[in-house]
């Protein structure tokens, strides 16, 4: 039997979870199973028995469905670009990652599922829905890896978070939160245990934890968390917020966040909803706020 796996959305140096889960459950059962990244003009030369696609983005849909026209065997698509309600099955779920389909040094997976949030413009209510355990990390960890990355929606609030960070903590693993923690839950003991954990951004190439700061509402929580952080002896240029701009706010107010954040001597990167506020994203991304205030860069901008 040969399964064709389909990164539809393939980022470069970043695996798709659920594509690797899927390869170690065909190979447990004697197949063969080959990975295509990205959607590619034609269909492989040599027809597979079974296809799964896997598809992120909604904008991708399209070609994806396209692509599914090619073949004559059972093709199967999934993602938060296609369905929202898809799952695996219990077995392949809850199945050790196939790490060398991407040939990465880092494993990866959900501690837990769900979030306590409810944000209008995220997914994960409906897709997750309400926070509850997922796994152990020693269901996904490679003991050959001293990397782990985390897709945890909500870390700290995952009701084993205290366990999952002893664990990483006992291996001394290099941990990166990549979906971001929650500001709104730091506490002088979750910020102590962050302390002590060896975070790194994605790459593992500099030190980083990742906030989201999407309205003025959370102003408290973000100034007071960033002190409770710089309390336990975590250093404010490792902490990165990302600035929901364009759902809800106006430009000034995505401004006044960015000031916020570049007061308090963390990092502020803006994330553009639908398009919003392009210029301010610039402005701040790529740290030109370090050097001219806004409207000194926008009177540049808008005569070139």
Known sequence: MRVLLVDADSKAGFPNLVLMKLSAYYKSIGAAVDLLKGIPSCSPLEEPDLVFISVIFEKNRAHVLDYEKQFRCPVRIGGSG?????????????????????????SMGFT????????????VPEKEGLIRDNAPIAEFWNPEHSKLILLDNNFGASPRWRENAEYIQQYGLKVNFNQGLDIRLMTEEFAGVLADLR????????????????????????????????????????????????YDTTEQEDLCRIEIVKGLGAIPYVMPYNGAHIPAARWANRRYYQFVPYSDYMRVADKQ
């Not at 837990?112 to 997914?123: A, D, E, N, Q, T």
């Not at 190439?205 to 408290?220: H, I, Q, W």
């Not at 409770?228 to 240029?237: H, K, Q, T, V």
């Open 199 to 246: 975070y790194y951004n994605w790459r593992f190439k500099t030190r980083g934890l990742y906030f989201a700061f999407d309205s003025m509402n959370v102003e408290d929580a973000v100034v007071h968390g960033v002190d409770l952080l710089s309390g336990a002896g975590i250093p404010r240029r490792h902490l990165m917020f990302y600035i929901l701009a364009g």
């Open 112 to 123: 837990s599922r769900g979030c306590v949030r409810h944000c209008g413009f995220c997914i």
């Open 82 to 106: 296609f369905n929202l309600a898809s799952e695996l099955s219990y077995e392949i779920e809850h199945m050790m990652p196939d790490y060398a389909l991407y040939g990465v040094d880092f």
